[in-house]
T-cell receptor, first 117, second 115 residues
Framework: AQTVTQSQPEMSVQEAETVTLSCTYD???????LFWYKQPPSRQMILVIR??????QNATENRFSVNFQKAAKSFSLKISDSQLGDAAMYFC??????????????FGKGTKLSVKP | DSGVTQTPKHLITATGQRVTLRCSPR?????VYWYQQSLDQGLQFLIQ???????AKGNILERFSAQQFPDLHSELNLSSLELGDSALYFC??????????????FGEGSWLTVV
């Protein structure tokens, strides 16, 4: 079964600085999808960025980018020019190519990011 | 706004009772998912429906059931409620199950408190 591990329960960054959140996963599949979701205090789950495993190019969405290392099974999220609104819980998630029996999205336990003014 | 609508947003009920959570997926989405988020268990998948049919089942208790109606809205029924069922219940939707790369979009969740 696939697993997703986020080894940093909490992180802190100064406003306007850059922070990287770590995520590793375990799978025997060669094709899959990876996601980062943000959960602010409102508790809504908001998609931040997605990556297809077959793509070598790292995904980028404005200030958010990923470092996808397929061989190392690593999928880190970099937030540049951090803003106060970035403060949230961030979840890394894995999805099997066929949807999988585990509910399509397998989540890590999350990293709580604080942004200091 | 993800386009996924959940009601009610908050619900307080007593142990032993039954509640129904409702979800309207994004326009055009055929797949609906239910997830439970609790402090000790994290985010857990409960069940998925695709175009009215059950597609995948996760850690859903026998006291819980769900269905997806012809108009594609879905309901999650929770019965014989226990204190441990207190959690945030998310509904999510995606376009087609055939393409698993489809992004899953989440609603704002329904907060259930069992007292």
């Amino acid at each position: 079964a696939q697993t997703v591990t986020q080894s940093q329960p909490e992180m802190s960054v100064q406003e306007a600085e850059t922070v990287t959140l770590s995520c590793t996963y375990d799978t025997s599949e060669s094709d899959y999808y990876l996601f980062w979701y943000k959960q602010p205090p409102s508790r809504q789950m908001i998609l931040v960025i997605r990556q297809e495993a077959y793509k070598q190019q790292n995904a980028t969405e404005n200030r958010f980018s990923v470092n996808f290392q397929k061989a190392a099974k690593s999928f880190s999220l970099k937030i540049s020019d951090s803003q106060l609104g970035d403060a949230a819980m961030y979840f890394c998630a894995y999805r099997s190519p066929d949807g999988g029996s585990q509910g399509n999205l397998i989540f890590g336990k999350g990293t709580k990011l604080s942004v200091k003014p | 706004d993800s386009g996924v609508t959940q009601t009610p947003k908050h619900l307080i009920t007593a142990t032993g009772q039954r509640v129904t959570l409702r979800c309207s997926p994004r326009s055009g989405d055929l797949s609906v998912y239910w997830y439970q988020q609790s402090l000790d268990q994290g985010l857990q998948f409960l069940i998925q429906y695709y175009n009215g049919e059950e597609r995948a089942k996760g850690n859903i208790l026998e006291r819980f059931s769900a269905q997806q109606f012809p108009d594609l809205h879905s309901e999650l029924n929770l019965s014989s409620l226990e204190l441990g069922d207190s959690a945030l219940y998310f509904c999510a939707s995606s376009a087609r199950v055939a393409y698993s790369g489809n992004t899953i979009y989440f609603g704002e969740g329904s907060w259930l408190t069992v007292v």
